[in-house]
């Protein structure tokens, strides 16, 4: 008997070892959520308006002892200092252009001062409009869509207004910078050369973003000196692929991350450019790339930690939802042209076809095919087919 019983029992382990057993798989289960698609691209921060401060007329140009950073006020910071070097600053042909200067600059001013009125009755006109949705949207006569569209051109309106004002600004102290070349281009001859000395004032506050002109040198009319900036009034520039800029509206929020603080910044797109440019990928490729300009949306403690040309990571959310039927992404495969999942039914993988919609980089959105609270299987391996039998790990 025991010979007997021995070898039934090895030949019940030989059969039990030859038997299928079920593959072990990863499993999730279909669920409702929140869910987000964005455009994420590397970024970097810039100052929205620049000034280049050139020389006005030739001459030599003392020493400039600012330095990058250093604040500037504005008609009150003296940038550089012109002194005559030849007499060429005198001669008649100087003397011509030096007035021709002047009634440039003076047009200069007054088309200025005619696009800031432009954009003043144009902010004015948004600001009416923006109050007239609002008070639609309290008493529900206007859409949420509507009233978001009357503040985005309230903004810009008052960001051209703004920039407008600046244009104004530095066209009228191009003018004075000019009027004042012309009256040092006569001076008195029993006058001091020092007399003759041209000063150059900032026309804004900021600080001195870069020295182009550090050393004293004799220097032509138009040569730049400084660039100077403001670096509270920063905005956002994102260089994203042209397929992805088709996906980005005015108006988007841009969520600004790795940029060095403890949290994520949030920013609003303010413009999509209409012409790209081509660049060439890390890898060779060339690629037809849109830059997204945005207004960055944060504390004046937190923008001041910011600066001109900082990098940072970009999240553009071009579509969002806080209830959907969502599947990882891992799941999904495809079969000729559809695409599938396997279901877990009763202990066995099912290949099932579904529908996906909007998708992002970890989840996808179901709109068909399954049901909430099925099991999925997440990275299935070639040994999982149609009616396998199958064991979540």
């Known amino acids: 008997m025991l010979p007997i019983g021995i070898g039934v029992g090895l030949l019940a382990l030989i059969v039990w070892a030859y038997l299928p057993k079920p593959i072990p798989v990863d499993a999730v289960a279909v669920a409702r959520g929140p ?3 964005t455009v994420n691209e590397d970024g970097k921060t810039r100052i929205k308006e620049r000034f280049i401060v050139s020389t006005p007329l030739s001459g030599r140009v003392r020493r400039i002892e600012l330095d990058p950073g250093d604040p500037v006020k504005a008609n009150e910071t003296l940038l550089a200092t012109v002194l005559p070097s030849d007499p060429d600053l005198l001669n008649p042909r100087a003397l011509a252009e030096a007035q021709a200067r002047v009634n440039a600059a003076q047009s200069a001013v007054k088309r200025a001062e005619a696009s800031l009125k432009a954009a003043e009755a144009e902010m004015e006109n948004a600001e ?7 008070r639609l949207h309290e008493r529900d006569a206007a859409t ?7 503040t985005l051109e309230m903004r810009t309106a008052r960001e051209q207004h703004r920039s407008a004002e600046f244009a104004v600004e530095i066209a009228r102290f191009e003018f004075e910078q000019a009027e004042a070349a012309l009256l040092r281009t006569s001076p008195d001859s029993i006058s001091d050369a020092s007399d003759w000395a041209f000063e150059i004032i900032s026309p804004i506050d900021g600080v001195v973003l870069r020295v182009l002109q550090e050393s004293s040198a004799v220097l032509s009319p138009g040569t730049p000196l400084l660039e100077l900036g403001d670096p509270r009034n920063l905005e956002l520039e994102v260089d994203v692929l042209s397929t992805d800029a088709v996906k980005i509206q005015p ?4 969520l600004v991350k790795h940029w060095g603080g403890e949290r994520a910044l949030e920013g609003t797109v303010r413009l999509v450019e209409p012409s790209a440019f081509t ?6 490729v060339e690629e037809q790339r849109v830059y997204v300009i945005a207004d960055l949306d944060a504390s004046e403690a937190e923008a001041a930690r910011l600066g001109d040309g900082f990098r940072f990571e970009a999240e553009i959310v071009v579509w969002e939802s806080d209830d959907v039927l969502q599947v990882p992404a891992s799941a999904l495969f495809r079969v000729g042209s559809e695409w599938s999942v396997f279901v877990i039914e009763e202990g066995r993988a099912r290949l099932r076809k579904v529908k996906p919609g909007h998708r992002n980089p970890s989840t996808v959105e179901v709109l068909g095919g399954l049901s909430e609270g099925e099991q999925v299987i997440i990275y299935p391996s070639d040994r999982v087919v149609d009616g396998v039998e199958v064991t979540p790990r």
């Open 35 to 37: 869910m987000t698609v």
């Open 128 to 134: 009416g409009h923006h109050e007239r949705v609002r």
């Open 144 to 150: 949420d869509d509507q009233l978001e569209e009357a």
């Open 251 to 254: 108006g988007d929020t841009v």
């Open 279 to 284: 660049k060439i990928s890390a890898l060779g």
